[in-house]
């Protein structure tokens, strides 16, 4: 059974950049059968997909964040990770790391998540 | 882009039936599958439907998935609903490589 674990600081001044890194346990990186994607939902909010990346480093970002968005990989530790710039109070979410299919596109394991708020 | 629609909340008795929609403002339906999450307070979301009707093993065949093309939407239904259902709903699909949720469906059983 795959799981997914964030790790990452609660806490982040605006204009500053969040950073969180996923590890993956159970499952390899590797595997060339999944995404591994980033999507966080702010309080009472719904659920808003960040980006994703391929084990080769290929990445895809939601258009709204593209400029401020980096996702990276590191297939040595299974970790990915995702790191937003400029943050401000609207960034503050609980983000969720998932594994995706590749075929169907579903997001079939996920994280518990990391509530990061964005004050100063 | 395109966007998902759902309802904003439905409520149903136990062991009624209810059906949550999901419409795609652009594009096909049918183009792309839809996966419907459900995540109840404090949780991650699960998945309960993927590939527009497939269950996975573990969810109840009390749900169930469709899509329409003449309305261009989805349906996730749940019969002999439970108090146990009482949770958000969110649709899912993509176009591309680009990926969409809709805004979620709370479903309160009373």
């Known amino acids: 059974q795959v799981q997914l674990q964030e790790s990452g600081p609660g806490l982040v001044k605006p204009s500053q950049t969040l950073s969180l890194t996923c590890t993956v346990s159970g499952g390899s990186i590797s595997s060339g059968d999944y995404y591994w994607s980033w999507i966080r939902q702010p309080p009472g909010k719904g659920l808003e997909w960040i980006g994703y990346i391929y084990y080769s480093g290929s990445t895809y970002y939601n258009p709204s964040l593209k400029s401020r968005v980096t996702i990276s990989v590191d297939t040595s530790k299974n970790q990915f990770s995702l790191k937003l710039s400029s943050v401000t109070a609207a960034d503050t979410a609980v983000y969720y790391c998932a594994q995706q299919q590749l075929v169907t596109q579903t997001f079939d394991y996920w994280g518990q998540g990391t509530l990061v708020t964005v004050s100063s | 882009n395109f966007m998902l629609t759902q309802p904003h909340s439905v409520s149903e008795s136990p062991g009624k039936t209810v059906t949550i929609s999901c419409t795609r403002s652009?594009?096909?339906?049918?183009?792309?599958?839809v996966q419907w999450y459900q995540q109840r307070p404090g949780s991650s979301p699960t998945t309960v439907i993927y590939?527009?009707?497939?269950?996975p093993s573990g969810v109840p065949d009390r749900f169930s998935g469709s899509i329409d093309s003449s309305s261009n939407s989805a349906s996730l239904t749940i019969s002999g609903l439970k108090t146990e259902d009482e949770a958000d709903y969110y649709c899912?699909?993509?176009?591309?490589?680009?990926?969409?949720f809709g805004g979620g469906t709370k479903l309160t059983v009373l």
């Open positions: 590939e527009d009707n497939q269950r």
């Open positions: 652009s594009g096909s339906i049918a183009s792309n599958y």
């Open positions: 899912q699909s993509y176009d591309s490589s680009n990926q969409v």
